[in-house]
């Protein structure tokens, strides 16, 4: 059964202090590993699709990294509107089941 | 365009009975996705629909959660006999299709059973 595990749960930084989320999982033949932002209230928001180890995306302050065994979202200098809970998810090769971890609350202090 | 969207945005009902949640996918979009999120929790899969057809139910947690999607557009979620641990948030997603990983949320339907 796939599984992903997401540290840490909540995590609480400065406006400009760069840091970064893990997400680690196990999946039979891994065939998309998700990153996405839930606002509280709202339904998740996707942010980015990691399909082999050694990929790299972007998007403004936001990198996802991948290896065979988890990823990490680094967030460089984080704004308060940052602050949400991101969420890892994975879909194994051959269904379209996709497995969520609990997610990380993030804070981003002004 | 318009996204994905759900009605009732939130849905009170008594244990034992039956209710039906809606969702409406982008338009176009031939792959939908029903999940349900407590609190605190990610969301967790319930079933997958390419054009009418469920193609994967295996997160139906029991036989009295159903759904259906008859024209391949708007589906619908029905619990029957609702008990309070099916108390949560249903989101509804769709993707251009089965291939198309990218999924669009939702806001979702909070339910609560008393």
């Known amino acids: 059964e796939d599984q992903v595990t997401q540290s840490p749960e909540a995590l609480r930084l400065q406006e400009g202090e760069s840091s970064s989320l893990n997400c680690s999982y196990t999946?039979?033949?891994?065939?998309?590993l998700f990153w996405y932002r839930q606002d509280p209230g709202k339904g998740p928001e996707f942010l980015f699709t990691?399909?082999?180890a050694g990929e790299e995306k972007e998007k403004e302050r936001l990198k996802a990294t991948l290896t065979k065994k988890e990823s990490f979202l680094h967030i460089t200098a984080p704004k308060p509107e940052d602050s949400a809970t991101y969420l890892c998810?994975?879909?194994?090769?051959?269904?379209?089941?996709?497995?969520f971890g609990t997610g990380t609350k993030l804070q981003v202090i002004p | 365009g318009a996204g994905v969207s759900q009605t009732p945005s939130n849905k009170v009902t008594e244990k034992g009975k039956y209710v039906e949640l809606r969702c409406d996918p982008i338009?176009?979009?031939?792959?939908l996705y029903w999940y349900r999120q407590s609190l605190g929790q990610g969301p967790e899969f319930l079933i997958y629909?390419?054009?009418?057809?469920?193609?994967?139910d295996s997160g139906l947690p029991n036989d009295r959660f159903f759904a259906v999607r008859p024209e391949g557009s708007v589906s619908t979620l029905k619990i029957q006999r609702t008990e309070r641990g099916d108390s949560a948030v249903y989101l509804c997603?769709?993707?251009?299709?089965?291939?198309?990983?990218?999924?669009?949320f939702g806001p979702g339907t909070r339910l609560t059973v008393t």
């Open positions: 990691l399909y082999s």
């Open positions: 629909f390419q054009g009418t057809g469920a193609a994967d």
């Open positions: 997603a769709s993707s251009r299709d089965g291939n198309s990983n990218e999924q669009y």
């Open positions: 338009s176009g979009h031939t792959a």
């Open positions: 999946v039979s033949g891994l065939r998309g």
């Open positions: 998810a994975v879909q194994g090769g051959g269904y379209q089941k996709v497995t």
